[in-house]
């Protein structure tokens, strides 16, 4: 049988195993198209007597010349290519083309690949969205570390409505000193004064102090959570944050008349 390419008009002989191969997609050998060789696949012509010259391959293209005679069986095409059988007659003025070359078959990709590619996409997009849990959870750590990249943070905080905390290393600060005493104008209130100490070279998140009243066995009497606006002053504000390698006087006033307390424990930390 013969096969013409629909893309240059080559002609080449094709045999049934090579149809079958691969369900008759073929590649030409001269212009590497892909194409169906049954749909343009008419029968060779006899070898011997006056054979009659083909039908064109296209409309208007000029008529394939008779293949030579004896030209063997092609076997497989892709492997070991037989002389072409026909070849487009060049028109006038164009130079000859050149010899045609192998027909090579189409080999889709394996059930295996395509799932291995399937996989590495698949594992491709977790590592993304894992990636982008992870800086959304440091983001504060990330501006922190690179402050470059705090404006986009920004933006992107903006338009997912949260915000780029302060860092909250609890290890890095400290009470320097601390006092309870009761309130000389009012003995059923009792006053808390410490001062506390950010040891770190950058700003951070205020921490929370938890205030425990003891008795003479040291046994907990009451508990108490003051919040950054609880010993914050008046007009303070805590997005600021707690300025580097700075010390924050605290004075709160807790009414305590029916605890009779005589010792305190006071410890910062952040919830």
């Given at each position: 049988?013969?096969?013409?390419?629909?893309?240059?008009r080559t002609a080449f002989r094709i045999t049934e195993e090579q149809l079958a191969a691969r369900e008759g997609m073929v590649r030409c050998g001269r212009c590497a198209a892909v194409f169906d060789a049954r749909e343009t696949m008419k029968p060779a012509e006899p070898e011997s007597g006056d054979?009659?010259?083909?039908?064109?391959?296209?409309?208007?293209?000029?008529?394939?010349?008779?293949a030579p005679p004896a030209v063997p069986d092609a076997g497989d095409a892709w492997l070991n290519p037989a002389p072409a059988a026909l070849?487009?007659?060049?028109?006038?003025g164009q130079p000859a083309p050149?010899?045609?070359?192998?027909?090579?078959?189409?080999?889709?990709?394996?059930?295996?690949?395509?799932?291995r590619a399937g996989w590495v996409a698949a594992s491709t997009l977790l590592?993304?969205?894992l990636t982008a849990q992870?800086?959304?959870?440091?983001?504060?750590e990330i501006a922190l570390l690179f402050p470059q990249m705090r404006p986009r943070l920004a933006e992107l905080c903006a338009d997912l409505a949260c915000d780029i905390p302060l860092p909250r290393r609890a290890a890095l600060f400290s009470i320097e000193s601390s006092d309870l005493q009761t309130d000389p104008a009012n003995p059923n209130v009792i006053v808390l004064t410490a001062t506390l100490r950010n040891r770190a070279a950058f700003p951070q998140s205020h921490p929370s102090l938890e205030l425990t009243l003891t008795?003479?066995?040291d046994q907990p009497l009451a508990r108490r959570v003051l919040g950054a606006r609880d010993y914050l002053g008046p007009g303070a504000s805590a997005e600021a944050g707690f300025a580097a390698n700075s010390e924050l006087p605290v004075k709160v006033y807790m009414e305590a008349s029916s605890i009779k307390a005589t010792g305190y424990r006071l410890y910062l930390f952040f919830p």
């Open positions: 049988m013969i096969t013409a390419c629909p893309v240059c054979r009659p010259r083909f039908a064109p391959a296209f409309a208007g293209s000029e008529p394939i010349p008779p070849a487009p007659t060049p028109e006038a050149q010899a045609a070359r192998e027909i090579e078959p189409v080999f889709p990709a394996s059930p295996r690949a395509r799932s590592v993304i969205a992870l800086a959304f959870h440091y983001r504060g008795n003479s066995q």
